[in-house]
């Protein structure tokens, strides 16, 4: 069965697998190098991994199927100058292999259910421009884009 639970210090090694395989998957795709480079987790990953479980304002999730770990989710929230919260998903991930059955969904129902309870206005989420996968995925739970950054690359 299929399911997200709070994830335990004891998961750290196996999200920071995770992660890992999250940035090799999306790395050379369209806007995958800055990405990379940027927005993601420095590898190894497992101390990011562990400083993000440890934080009390940072929810961290662990994508199961049959009590396996086959994904995760990281969110926070931020105060935004009008004193307004917005939710942040700064991780989302499913092993290519469990994806399709329902682990992703149960995975973002909790952040969404997360941000609802801490007031937040909105959720934000990031998804590459040549993914278009991810792209429904968000929007299968009503996200929209609400900003579009654009990228020259100089040689």
Not at 87 to 100: H, K, L, N, S, T
Request: glycine share 12%; proline share 4%.
């Amino acid at each position: 069965m299929e399911g997200a639970r709070p994830v335990t210090g004891s998961d750290a090694p196996r999200l920071a697998e995770l992660v890992a395989e999250a940035v090799e998957e999306q790395r050379e795709g369209r806007g995958g190098r800055i990405w990379s480079a940027r927005e993601t987790r420095a590898l190894p990953a497992e101390d990011t991994v562990r400083a993000a479980i440890e934080d009390p304002d940072v929810l961290v999730l662990a994508g199961t199927i049959d009590e396996v770990v086959v994904g995760y989710a990281v969110a926070h929230q931020e105060v935004l100058r009008t004193g307004e919260r917005l939710g942040i998903v700064a991780d989302v991930f499913v092993d290519p292999g469990a994806r399709g059955v329902g682990v992703g969904e149960a995975l973002l129902d909790d952040v969404v259910a997360w941000c609802e309870a801490g007031g937040c206005i909105g959720i934000d989420a990031l998804a590459l421009p040549g993914n278009r996968a991810t792209k429904n995925f968000f929007e299968s739970f009503g996200f929209t884009a609400r900003s579009i950054i654009v990228h020259r690359k100089l040689t």
